[in-house]
C-alpha cells in the first residue's frame, strides 16, 4: 500500500499547524516554504481540510489558518480518511461481490488483518501525539 501525495502533504501540513498552534494563524506560503509543498497545491489540500471541519482560516493582516479543534482531539484516522478515504487494502475487503475467491480466499484474511493494523494505528493517534514526538526528536538530537 502506498500512502498518495494528497495525504502525505495534507498530514504534513496539519501537523506544521499544530505544531504551530500557540503561535497563532499560519499563512498558507509559510507552511508550504517549511513543508516543501507549491502553495497551490496546499491551497486545494486546505480546502479539504478545513471542509472536514479540521482547521479554519482567519481574515486580516496576522490571518492565515489554525486548527478548529485542539490536536489531541484530532485522530490521525479522521484526517486521513478525509484527505484518502478509507483505508482498504484490497478491493474484496469493501466489496465481496468484486472476486469470485473472496469466500474461501486465505489471502483475503490476510489483507484484512493489515487493513485493521492500519486503522488501529490511526485511530490510536492523535496530531498532539505527532507534535510530542517532534518535540521528542527534537530534543534528542540536541543531546547527541
Known sequence: MKLSTRTRY?????LELAGNQDKGPMQIKTIAHRQDISVKYLEQLMTILKSAGFIRSVRGAKGG???????NQIKLSDVF???EGPVTTVECLENESSCKRAA????R????EVQRAIE????????QDLVDRTKDKKALSYQI
Open 10 to 14: 495534507g498530514v504534513r501540513a496539519i
Open 65 to 71: 489558518y489554525i486548527l478548529a479543534k485542539p490536536a
Open 81 to 83: 480518511n478525509a484527505l
Open 104 to 107: 474461501d480466499c486465505v489471502t
Open 109 to 112: 484474511q490476510v489483507w484484512a
Open 120 to 127: 488501529s494505528v490511526l485511530q490510536s493517534m492523535t496530531l
